[in-house]
């Protein structure tokens, strides 16, 4: 029996005693006096037990069998329903549930670099996304009533202290802020704000106010932007939206962790990590929206049942249970990266608009599931699309890391690394101060320090190799490092992979447009004219080889020549035009001058399409594994009818059973995703040292 059990037998038992009319002996009377003392000193029950009432025909006294006024106890029954085994295997659920979501969300995969210089040892620990977190703040100022509860104004006094601080508001600077523009509560805020950068000008706020701010310098900071804690405590539906690296997902992996230890009993101190804006824990229940995107099938419709099948399949938990935590107002429902679903394919009207599906879908759940908090992430840009929207839900974005937040992260990152033994302490501290002293006297580092991920990136750099002085190559050091991220990251996930459109895309600085995102065909003429139209930097063609030699294997990069770099070279391309016979003409001859015209254009290109072929072919040899055949020219039909840059990709041999089975693979698929990608990204860093070696004249038009 468990001390609970204990105590509630006893109390029973005691009431039932007290109302009894029987005489006791004075031995009886000595044991219900133990019995009282025993309970006396005990832990008191919880709330719903104490509020449990027993009466005596509730309990049986049995001693061999028999019904004895004259008692002796042996035994305690409580007449009580037997346990529902579906709440039991609920609760279980929920609880491994929880346990899972811990371990997943506190997991600090950026700081597990088996590059970095420093062998860690086998005992030492798992790095840790809760010791290296900082707040995160959205750009938008506080209400007077947020203001209030900073400072922890008691209630009773709020109406009183903001009628003294609107007159006070009246009365001072008007010139700041012209009074009629804006609410009046808004007006205390911006003259409250003007008077403490201001202080020498004007008078101070009413001295109610400083009764419970003892220290003004206070003011400073209970008038700083929201934190997202606060936006999502005063809002229960809220869309949180952030740059790529921004830090979205980090909050809701490090809100989900702490609410799910709170719940679990794991987390003392729960309250004061969330700012102790929450009474009670919250439920969360978290869906990664790029994986429910990947589940939807082209006959879904949209609406709440789509959103309760993520919900079971991201959590476990059985139908009833769930539909009865979505009734609790202390279930929040966190749906991380809208914007990783695939919105309309422009090529095909017919096909699944996922993000506008999942969009439906989470604003019918809310229509008929109002009590349970609702938080969506999402970048900014895929949310400015109004048919991205969430109608009747605030939106608020996350604002850069400022000067103390950098500093706050780089001791936490380091000292975590010191902690976990992925750098000694005196290299950890070493490297901080280093990284430190750079960001101050470097404006291009403190910028990429606002952006938590780059901040990431700049710790692991510096920690690895020391900062590049070159901003290029200092960004190009990052974009390896992420690389190699994705790369374990996906081979830890088991495949889940992203296609080269996802990756360019999400860089923010490429716009991929696909010649077909289907099987069907296109002629030759058609895939080179998509991209003159949409007057594109740069075509890129990836196909699978083939030779008569089944023995033939490896990849090679081609660019366009007239004239072959070998006999294979023309070969393969006399293979590759030779679909223009299923073409029927494919396309009209070109005449004698729009062909010279024509030539023209490409020899002015091919010098670029060189460099953009021989970093993907360095790229390729890095990541593929297999024999580079090296990067040639031949005059492939698709290739001559662009006007501008362009190379193909000829990523393995089909015709070879080896090479056929790795084309199947979706991890060597991926390889061949990330070797175009990072050849891409080498391209476009050469672009950038260029441009900064060679910048443009400054001064006069013309």
Not at 120 to 133: A, F, I, N, Q, W
Not at 323 to 348: F, I, K, S
Not at 368 to 390: G, I, M, N, S, W
Not at 633 to 650: H, K, S
């Amino acid at each position: 029996m468990n001390p609970t059990e204990w105590q509630t037998a006893a109390a029973a038992l005691l009431a039932a005693l007290n109302q009894s009319a029987t005489a006791l002996t004075p031995e009886q009377r000595a044991q219900i006096e133990a019995l009282q003392t025993a309970l006396a000193a005990s832990t008191p029950l919880p709330p719903t037990a104490e509020a449990d009432v027993i009466t005596r025909d509730k309990i049986e006294v049995h001693d061999g069998g028999h019904y004895q006024p004259n008692w002796k106890v042996d035994k305690v029954e409580i007449n009580s329903p037997p346990p529902d085994p579906t709440k039991e295997r609920a609760t279980d659920a929920e609880s491994a549930y929880l346990r899972r979501l811990r371990r997943e969300s506190n997991a600090l995969p950026l700081a597990q670099d088996s590059r970095a210089a420093g062998d860690r040892d086998k005992g030492s620990r798992t790095p840790e996304l809760v010791r290296v977190y900082v707040d995160l703040r959205v750009a938008w100022w506080p209400t007077l009533e947020q203001v209030f509860q900073r400072l922890s104004i008691p209630n009773e006094r709020r109406s009183d202290l903001r009628s003294k601080l609107l007159i006070w508001a009246e009365n001072i600077g008007k010139e700041t802020v012209p009074f009629a523009s804006i609410a009046p509560e808004g007006v205390i805020i911006e003259r409250l704000a003007h008077w403490s950068s201001n202080r020498a000008e004007y008078a101070a706020p009413d001295d109610e106010l400083f009764a419970h701010v003892k220290d003004t310098r206070k003011v400073d900071s209970m008038l700083e932007p929201l934190s997202a804690l606060e936006a999502l405590t005063a809002n229960r539906r809220l869309v949180l939206l952030g740059d790529p690296g921004g830090g979205k997902s980090t909050f809701v992996n490090h809100l989900a962790f702490l609410c799910a230890g709170a719940r679990l009993g794991e987390e003392a101190g729960w309250q004061a990590s969330l700012d102790n804006l929450f009474p009670t824990p919250l439920l969360p229940l978290r869906v990664i929206v790029r994986r429910w995107s990947s589940r939807l099938k082209a006959s879904d419709a949209a609406g709440p049942k789509l959103l309760y099948a993520a919900l079971m399949e991201e959590t476990g938990l059985e139908w009833d249970g769930l539909m009865e935590r979505l009734n609790q107002p202390d279930t929040l429902v966190l749906l991380d990266g809208l914007d990783e679903a695939p919105g309309a394919d422009p090529n095909d009207a017919t096909a699944l608009d996922r993000r506008r599906t999942i969009v439906e879908s989470v604003e019918a759940f809310c229509g008929v599931r109002p009590a349970c908090r609702v938080l969506v992430t999402c970048r900014v840009k895929p949310y400015e699309q109004k048919v991205y929207q969430l109608s009747d839900t605030p939106a608020f974005t996350l604002a850069p890391l400022d000067d103390p937040r950098i500093e706050r992260f780089l001791g936490n990152w380091y000292g975590e690394m010191a902690r976990t033994g992925v750098s000694s302490p005196e290299k950890a501290e070493a490297d901080r101060a280093q990284l430190q002293a750079a960001l101050a006297r470097r404006p291009d580092l403190r910028e990429m320090a606002e952006i938590p991920l780059l901040a990431t990136m700049l710790a692991r750099v510096n920690a690895r190799s020391g900062l590049p002085d070159n901003r290029a190559d200092l960004y190009h050091e990052c974009v390896e490092q992420l690389l190699w991220e994705w790369e374990a990251a996906k081979s830890r996930e088991g495949g889940d992979r992203a296609g080269l459109v996802d990756l360019l895309n999400a860089e923010g600085r490429f716009r991929v447009i696909l010649t077909r995102s289907d099987d069907r065909f296109l002629t030759l003429q058609e895939r080179s004219s998509i991209a003159n139209k949409a007057k594109a930097d740069l075509f890129i063609s990836v196909h699978c080889n083939a030779a008569l030699n089944a023995a033939s294997n490896g990849f090679e990069i081609y660019f366009l020549s007239e004239k072959a770099t070998d006999d294979e070279a023309a070969a393969v391309a006399r293979r590759e035009n030779a679909v223009i016979e299923l073409e029927g003409l494919g396309g009209k001859a070109r005449g004698k001058v729009e062909e010279l015209l024509w030539a023209l254009a490409r020899n002015e290109h091919i010098n670029e399409s060189s460099t953009v072929a021989a970093h993907i072919a360095r790229q390729a040899d890095k990541r593929l594994g297999s024999l580079n055949r090296g990067v040639k020219q031949a005059g492939f039909y698709v290739l001559r009818g662009t006007a501008m840059p362009a190379v193909l990709v000829e990523s393995a041999f089909i015709t070879n059973p080896k090479e056929e089975g790795l084309l199947r693979s979706a991890r060597y698929q991926q390889r061949i995703v990330d070797a175009v990608y990072a050849g891409l990204l080498d391209y476009e860093k050469r672009k950038i040292q260029a441009r900064l070696a060679h910048p443009p004249p400054s001064g006069g038009g013309g």
